[in-house]
């Protein structure tokens, strides 16, 4: 399969920009093109998702199992296949695990780095240099110029990066109309955005301007089959958690967006049954699931709200009394719990189906890979099942009693103690799984 992965020396350099008007663009070419997102990210996908008009699904050469990876490639991969890095190109975990770099070694595909050109002439040279030199077996071999002064600025940028071994594939001109709007996890949520198809379509314009979209394509060469192939005897979906019942209610709206794809693939491919529902919409679960999965989000940012819905609390108060499994990740995890204080300082009463209160007014930024083990059988599976997972939030735990969910650890193996909250079939951790350790 043919792929190409949009990196950057740093965050903020413009790739999220880039990739999703590659995305728009080849779609409005008839190109088939898949998106990827590198690393543990819900934001960014959902853009992509709008971009390229197909899911996006995540790659994470950390918290998945290399047989994941590359059955996510091959089943749903397309001719083209899109992915955009996480922060810098070698940035992750201990040593780089976890890096786009990873990526690229694990699957052979080509790297287009993205470099923010303001202020800076011949010096990119520079820049590019290092990042072509720093590790031959990732093959860097494309440079996109953002945030450029014009036609002028890209000839000088393109010349002075000669002879690196690298493609310049061009520039985007300084354009105020393409930036995106953020908060404190990442960018405002895609179904937010209001503009977005606007949007979209000047990002696609401004690469068909500034680009050759020639060379990309060409760029986008196919990985050795070796790599992406690897451990996968199948294109159907990997298997990565395992499901929680056999009927699903799993909440979904603007308070409760982030649920890997993979994930409901995965309990769809074991026969199980997926019944979306909204809280916002005071929507209840279905009555006859016999569990009940709330992903993480913003409730922080509706908790208000969400405290007045009288038939989703009913309805999840029913599945318990019926013994459902009820799971709750991260803003599921805090919606579960007693009380949920706003940023400015008031106390929501929520479910109450956890001993648990959260507070957002109390901030602290929580931020990293988890190696994860239950702590005694659950509908994940029994004591000791090894799972992989992420956390990224800046709600604190104010009151958070055990018994934990899980025994945690971080990236590098040190100890954490226990993780989450389980009160008979109800349960949750601040934790977003991604994929079984073993």
Not at 66 to 87: C, F, K, W
Not at 326 to 349: F, I, N, P, Q, S
Request: glycine share 12%.
């Amino acid at each position: 399969m043919s792929g190409l992965i949009i990196a950057a020396p740093a965050s903020g350099s413009g790739k999220t920009t880039v990739t999703l008007a590659l995305l728009r663009a080849l779609r409005r070419r008839g190109v088939a093109a898949a998106p990827f997102k590198c690393g543990p990210d819900y934001i960014d996908p959902m853009f992509h998702a709008a971009a390229a008009g197909r899911p996006c699904h995540n790659l994470d050469p950390w918290a998945m199992r290399p047989a994941t990876v590359a059955s996510l490639i091959r089943a749903r991969g397309a001719g083209v296949n899109i992915t955009e890095g996480v922060m810098g190109l070698f940035d992750g975990g201990p040593g780089g695990s976890g890096s786009t770099a990873g990526l690229a070694r694990a699957t052979g595909w080509p790297v287009a780095l993205v470099v923010d050109a303001a202020g800076m002439a011949q010096s990119a040279a520079a820049l590019v240099a290092g990042f072509v030199r720093h590790d031959p077996a990732v093959r860097v071999r494309g440079v996109i110029f953002n945030r450029t002064g014009g036609a002028a600025h890209n000839r000088i940028l393109a010349e002075a990066c000669a002879g690196l071994g690298v493609t310049a594939l061009g520039g985007l001109a300084r354009n105020e109309k393409l930036h995106l709007p953020s908060r404190h996890l990442g960018l405002v949520q895609a179904a937010e955005h209001e503009a977005l198809e606007n949007f979209l379509d000047t990002a696609a314009d401004a690469v068909e301007a500034g680009l050759n979209m020639e060379a990309v394509v060409r760029m986008a060469e196919s990985a050795p089959a070796e790599t992406v192939n690897a451990d996968a005897k199948t294109v159907d979906a990997p298997s990565t958690l395992p499901p929680l019942g056999g009927r699903i209610a799993v909440a979904r709206d603007e308070a409760f967006a982030f649920c890997y794809p993979a994930t409901l693939d995965s309990w769809r491919a074991a026969g199980a049954e997926i019944f979306f529902f909204s809280p916002l919409a005071d929507e209840a679960p279905d009555a006859k699931a016999d569990a009940v999965f709330l992903p993480g989000g913003y409730p922080e940012l509706h908790a208000g709200r969400l405290a007045e819905c009288q038939n989703f609390t009913a309805g999840m108060h029913a599945a318990v009394n019926r013994r459902a499994a009820v799971v709750g990740e991260c803003g599921g995890y805090m919606t579960l719990g007693r009380t949920l204080t706003d940023a400015g300082g008031e106390a929501h009463r929520l479910l109450s189906l956890l001993p648990v209160e959260t507070s957002f007014a109390q901030k602290k930024m929580t931020l990293g890979y988890r190696r994860l083990r239950l702590a005694a059988g659950h509908a994940l599976g029994k004591k000791g099942a090894a799972f992989r997972g992420h956390e990224f939030h800046f709600a604190v735990a104010v009151t958070e009693p055990g018994p934990p969910l899980f025994t945690a650890e971080d990236a590098a193996g040190r100890d954490l103690g226990g993780a989450g909250c389980v009160r008979g079939t109800v349960s949750g951790s601040f934790v977003h799984l991604v994929d079984r350790a073993e």
